[in-house]
């Protein structure tokens, strides 16, 4: 123990107001959960076993090790922990849960990169820099109504890949779109994120305007980060219009869609609908049976016009273009990751 450093961590008690609690823990030492709660703490390449088997706050603010919290402590819980860590430079708080600030643009990236794409601190300098003569290559942007820089062989529409491609938030990029929702959770997952679910999505999304500050009526998908004001309360970029956002929920594909009333911003619903047994409905080119599920897409894109804002949603069956399934790819659709 004398040859271990320590390190402060401090936590906003949810339980005691605005109170902060502060504790001692070894450096190198890492919680172990139980349950949501932390239950020890273990120490990582220095031989050392588990020490206590309850964290608990006492009722004076500090933080103990014991077998068992007391009649006026309060377990910790890894929600607490969670909600005190702060974000890397790529993502906002919201809530728990840290929220990538830009749409994803995806990215096959040398391995002296990737633990910073993976720890969000990587910059489009260093994505650009070609100093190493590795280089990072940015796949599948949105350009002219369609994508170029494909994706790679390696990284197919079905999501099983052989060579990662890791999905990136940083400013001043054309998002990636012509991907598929497949697709999108694997980028996440390669850089250590995953979609949002719908609520999440919602939350992030609170407070973007509804209009002209965002890319709803535009020639062309704009840059990350390229309308300043099209930002949400929690200091999300974009979630209205430009392209629309994959998030991880499925449902049945919608078979009709309505519009919020106005004092939601009149906004498109596709959602939700009772599905079908195969060969039920008669399909036209581009359309699929609805035994198939729909994933859920939301917040519009760079052509939506009124209907873009931040509660639209659709998982249609009918679009032109493609229905909403899993494996939609078009170049008005792509995602978001978060942590």
Same mark, same amino acid.
């Given at each position: 123990?004398?040859?271990?450093?320590? *390190?402060?961590?401090?936590?906003?008690?949810?339980?005691?107001?605005?109170?902060?609690?502060?504790?001692?823990?070894?450096?190198?030492?890492?919680?172990?959960?139980?349950?949501?709660?932390?239950? %020890?703490?273990? #120490?990582? /390449?220095?031989?050392?076993?588990?020490?206590?088997?309850?964290?608990?706050?006492?009722?004076?603010?500090?933080?103990?090790?014991?077998?068992?919290?007391?009649?006026?402590? =309060?377990?910790?819980?890894? #929600?607490?922990?969670?909600?005190?860590?702060?974000?890397? &430079?790529?993502?906002?708080?919201?809530?728990?849960?840290?929220?990538?600030?830009?749409?994803?643009? =995806?990215?096959?990236? @040398?391995?002296?990169?990737?633990?910073?794409?993976?720890? /969000?601190?990587?910059?489009? !300098?260093?994505?650009?820099?070609?100093?190493?003569?590795?280089? !990072?290559?940015? *796949?599948?942007?949105?350009?002219?109504?369609?994508?170029?820089?494909?994706?790679?062989?390696?990284? &197919?529409?079905?999501?099983?890949?052989?060579?990662?491609?890791?999905?990136?938030?940083?400013?001043?990029?054309?998002? =990636? $779109?012509?991907?598929?929702?497949?697709?999108?959770?694997?980028?996440? $997952?390669?850089?250590?994120?995953?979609?949002?679910?719908?609520?999440?999505?919602?939350?992030?999304?609170?407070?973007?305007?509804?209009?002209?500050?965002?890319?709803?009526?535009?020639?062309?998908?704009?840059?990350?980060?390229?309308? &300043?004001?099209?930002?949400?309360?929690?200091?999300?970029?974009?979630?209205?219009?430009?392209?629309?956002?994959? *998030? $991880?929920?499925?449902?049945?594909?919608?078979?009709?869609?309505?519009?919020?009333?106005?004092?939601?911003?009149?906004?498109?619903?596709?959602?939700? #609908?009772?599905?079908?047994?195969?060969?039920?409905? @008669?399909?036209?080119? /581009?359309?699929?049976?609805?035994?198939?599920? /729909?994933?859920?897409?939301?917040?519009?894109?760079?052509?939506? #016009?009124?209907?873009?804002?931040?509660?639209?949603?659709?998982?249609?069956?009918?679009?032109?273009?493609?229905?909403? =399934?899993?494996?939609?790819?078009? %170049?008005?659709?792509?995602?978001?990751?978060?942590?």
């Amino acid at each position: 123990m004398n040859a271990m450093r320590s *390190v402060l961590i401090s936590l906003s008690g949810r339980h005691r107001g605005t109170a902060r609690h502060s504790t001692m823990i070894p450096k190198g030492w890492v919680p172990i959960l139980y349950g949501g709660m932390v239950g %020890a703490f273990i #120490g990582v /390449g220095c031989g050392q076993g588990v020490v206590g088997s309850v964290m608990c706050v006492t009722s004076e603010g500090t933080i103990a090790m014991r077998r068992e919290c007391g009649a006026s402590e =309060t377990p910790l819980t890894s #929600g607490m922990l969670t909600e005190s860590l702060p974000c890397p &430079p790529d993502a906002e708080k919201v809530g728990p849960l840290c929220v990538d600030k830009y749409e994803a643009s =995806t990215w096959a990236v @040398p391995p002296e990169l990737v633990d910073k794409v993976k720890a /969000g601190t990587v910059t489009l !300098a260093d994505l650009n820099d070609t100093s190493s003569g590795a280089t !990072a290559t940015q *796949v599948s942007l949105s350009e002219d109504g369609s994508c170029n820089a494909p994706f790679p062989s390696t990284f &197919p529409a079905t999501g099983n890949w052989s060579d990662k491609v890791f999905a990136v938030s940083v400013k001043g990029v054309t998002p =990636t $779109a012509c991907v598929t929702w497949f697709q999108a959770e694997q980028a996440c $997952a390669a850089s250590g994120k995953r979609l949002l679910t719908n609520q999440e999505w919602q939350r992030a999304a609170a407070g973007t305007p509804d209009g002209s500050q965002c890319n709803v009526s535009g020639t062309s998908v704009a840059k990350t980060g390229a309308n &300043p004001d099209c930002v949400s309360r929690w200091r999300i970029y974009d979630m209205v219009g430009n392209v629309w956002e994959w *998030v $991880a929920d499925w449902d049945d594909l919608a078979t009709n869609c309505t519009h919020w009333a106005s004092d939601f911003g009149s906004d498109v619903s596709c959602f939700g #609908g009772p599905g079908s047994p195969p060969g039920s409905v @008669p399909l036209s080119p /581009g359309y699929v049976d609805l035994s198939l599920p /729909g994933a859920v897409l939301r917040g519009g894109d760079r052509v939506s #016009g009124t209907d873009a804002g931040v509660f639209a949603i659709t998982d249609y069956a009918f679009h032109i273009g493609g229905s909403d =399934t899993p494996a939609l790819s078009n %170049a008005l659709v792509g995602f978001r990751c978060a942590r």
